[in-house]
């Protein structure tokens, strides 16, 4: 049995080292060597270093006890707030000179140390703080009086914090939370120690909840709690059935180099909580490769279970490994023993061997619930990101929610939404995340990129996922550089050419393993219906509110626009014009040249009202061969202005028809709100009467009612 015991011999050492330094750096307070207004020699050099070496250990020690992990023995007990306390005073008297208000860094950590520090450790910690300030007067750095100041100023720190602190609330607030994060922490240990966070099998449960969406995370807490019951049953009727002192289950750290406490039955109070060395007593035997280990008798001062505090107590001991199916390295061990010294039993070897092949199912199963739990959240949050797509209408909403969906659920840096142009390149549509700045919206030939590769042979690249090289991934001077992870996927039907592409991309290295490229396939498919929906959606649209020949709004778009528009004027007593315009003796050229020469003729001037109008206008098809212009924000000046450019557009237009150029006009109407009318009736019948106007005045120009207002008679227009 002596092999097996070993004693943690390093973290001994750290222990005695760290404790060194703390009295190095103290030494160097006392003398004067951490004084900021020295001159730089030798002995300030070494106590510099001493303090950064103190503060590095001590940031260690307090990383570690965070953790639950602290250095061994007494010294390990106190050697952390010693450094600590050293590494804080002679950061002080370096600050001192700069800031009245250093003496804050000591005050701050003794007030901290008073209330969570044991009292054996506080007292050693006090010990040293009166020897640092006597040691300061003593020299002189400190008059007494400074020294006393501070170490009033330390006490009142220390009792206003323990003062806080006792309130009843804080308590509770404070021990509720320490549990909850106690839980948490030792439950993600015990579930990494048994299997439960499958990492490298899926990854399923690193993706994140779509919005509010709850989900599985990396650890089934279910499943973990199942466990931890039963292994409590079973350690108990372990324990009563065999009159046992004591059964235990110790189990391999994740870090493999300690092991840990997982269930105990005892009736002795003198149990050590752990983390215990690994190899430490009867454990090391297993690391040689024993699959169990009986005792007895046993010596009356043996020391080989590491969870009792004391020696003796023990007259035999038994071990045996629990069997993992799974073959994972780490293990956990079912530890027994009794007072009674006589050998053990094959029964009762046998049962305690059942017993651990009862933990292994039980770890088994928890290990089952724990994938189904996995399984459950990604379908959850699978459902939420389709159905978000599917329940996006227009083109803008599916693009939105499709980047949204992929980004979410395969945790993609980068994601952007590639459509095919008709002359059979593609436009990057959509792109979220960095790298995206200067991407959206710009055009690609059909062979640029691996986007383009990817559409040409309607398959995903690159394979797997990981990138190889510094192939760009849109044009030459779009490569995306520092995403190792890429994948592009056709948005395709089946074995239908595809209408576009989405590509993403992420910092990390294999992010996208196959769960992830099944779930973009997935989405990809679904996108690509989506996107033909919401094409046709936006045909039909476009159908019920244009014009077939033209292009132009129709007359029941004009309408409602018009009263829209009419209706944010008087809102705002803002302005607005329309403009009545009809093609002159566009009869005469449908008789002459017949119905399809008349039909270009309309095509061709539409196309110069849309070009002439502004965003925020409307052009509409009127009837026949009148049109309309609606100008939002717009005076008679400016409405002027734009009239005569309708009007100079039309006559510059040219139609080659059988060796000769024929040429048409155009004469307008313009009307003004408020001025020429308040009603949507009113404000139309002027607008035509100025029209009728302008055909009188000899046609190809442009009247405004304004201009009725001075007596002209003209002549019937013919």
Request: hydrophobic share 50%; charged share 25%.
């Amino acid at each position: 049995m002596k092999e097996a015991v070993e004693t943690d011999t390093g973290g001994a050492a750290l222990a005695w080292g760290l404790l060194a330094l703390a009295a190095g750096g103290a030494a160097a307070v006392v003398l004067g060597w951490a004084e900021a207004g020295r001159a730089p020699d030798r002995p300030q050099v070494i106590a510099g270093l001493a303090a950064l070496a103190a503060a590095a250990l001590a940031a260690w020690d307090a990383v570690r006890r965070v953790r639950g992990r602290r250095l061994p023995g007494r010294a390990g007990e106190v050697a952390g707030p010693l450094a600590w306390t050293t590494a804080a005073w002679i950061l002080w008297r370096l600050l001192a000179p700069l800031s009245p208000h250093a003496f804050l860094v000591p005050a701050g950590l003794a007030a901290w140390l008073a209330v969570t520090a044991p009292p054996a450790v506080l007292g050693c910690v006090a010990a040293e703080v009166l020897l640092l300030e006597g040691g300061l007067a003593w020299h002189g750095l400190l008059t007494p009086a400074g020294a006393a100041a501070d170490l009033a100023a330390l006490v009142a720190a220390a009792l206003a914090l323990r003062l806080f602190v006792r309130g009843e609330a804080f308590r509770r607030r404070l021990r509720a939370r320490l549990r909850s994060a106690r839980a948490r922490r030792d439950a993600l240990a015990h579930a990494r120690e048994l299997g439960l966070v499958e990492d490298a099998v899926a990854g399923i449960g690193e993706l994140p909840p779509l919005d509010a969406l709850d989900g599985a995370g990396p650890v089934s807490l279910p499943a973990v709690h199942v466990v931890g019951e039963s292994f409590r049953l079973q350690l108990d009727l372990v324990h009563r059935a065999l009159s046992l002192t004591t059964a235990a289950i110790l189990w391999l750290d994740p870090d493999k180099e300690t092991t840990r406490l997982r269930g105990l039955a005892s009736s002795r109070s003198d149990i050590l909580p752990g983390p215990y060395p690994l190899g430490a007593g009867i454990t090391g035997l297993f690391l040689k490769g024993r699959q169990e280990v009986a005792l007895a008798p046993l010596r009356g001062d043996f020391s080989g279970l590491p969870y009792y505090r004391n020696r003796g107590g023990v007259g035999a001991a038994f071990a045996v490994r629990i069997p993992d199916e799974a073959g994972r390295a780490a293990f956990g061990i079912l530890c027994v023993d009794r007072a009674a010294e006589h050998a053990w039993t094959e029964t009762e070897t046998g049962v305690l061997r059942l017993a651990a092949r009862k933990l292994a199912v039980e770890i088994r199963l928890a290990r089952m619930l724990q994938r189904m739990d996995r399984e459950r959240g990604i379908t959850e949050r699978l459902c939420a990101g389709l159905r978000e797509l599917n329940g996006a209408l227009g083109a803008e909403a599916v693009l939105d929610a499709a980047l949204k969906s992929a980004k979410v659920l395969v945790q993609a840096d980068f994601a952007a939404v590639c459509l095919v142009e008709p002359d059979g390149g593609y436009r990057v549509a959509r792109a979220v995340g960095p790298g995206a700045e200067g991407i959206e919206g710009r055009a690609f030939a059909a062979r640029e990129g691996l986007v383009g590769q990817a559409l040409r042979i309607n398959r995903s690249l690159p394979v797997g996922g990981v990138r190889r090289g510094r192939a760009p991934v849109f044009g030459d001077r779009h490569g995306l550089p520092g995403y190792p992870s890429l994948r592009v996927i056709p948005l395709r039907h089946d074995d239908d050419a595809p209408v576009g592409a989405l590509a993403v991309a992420a910092r990390r290295p294999g992010a996208f393993h196959r769960v992830r490229r099944e779930i973009l396939e997935l989405i990809a498919a679904q996108m690509a219906v989506k996107i033909d929906q919401a094409r046709a959606h936006e045909e039909i649209r476009r159908m019920a509110t244009s014009d077939g020949l033209t292009g132009l709004a129709n007359h029941r778009t004009f309408q409602h626009a018009f009263d829209m528009m009419l209706a944010r004027a008087g809102r705002r007593g803002g302005k607005m014009a329309l403009i009545l315009c009809d093609i002159d003796h566009f009869k005469r050229v449908n008789d002459t040249y017949g119905h399809p020469f008349g039909d270009r003729v309309l095509r061709e001037v539409a196309g110069v009202l849309r070009g002439a109008v502004r965003k925020v206008d409307l052009a509409a098809r009127y009837g026949g061969e009148e049109f309309a212009v609606l100008l939002e924000d717009a005076d008679l000046g400016g409405a002027r202005r734009l009239a005569e450019r309708i009007r100079t557009g039309v006559a510059r237009l040219r139609f080659p028809l059988e060796g000769r150029e024929v040429r048409v006009s155009i004469s307008l109407g313009i009307a003004v709100f408020p001025e020429d009318g308040h009603d949507k009736g009113v404000l139309v019948e002027r607008a035509d009467q100025a029209l009728y106007q302008a055909k009188a005045g000899g046609r190809n120009r442009a009247v405004a009612w304004d201009d009725l207002r001075i007596p002209n008679p003209g002549a019937a227009p013919g």
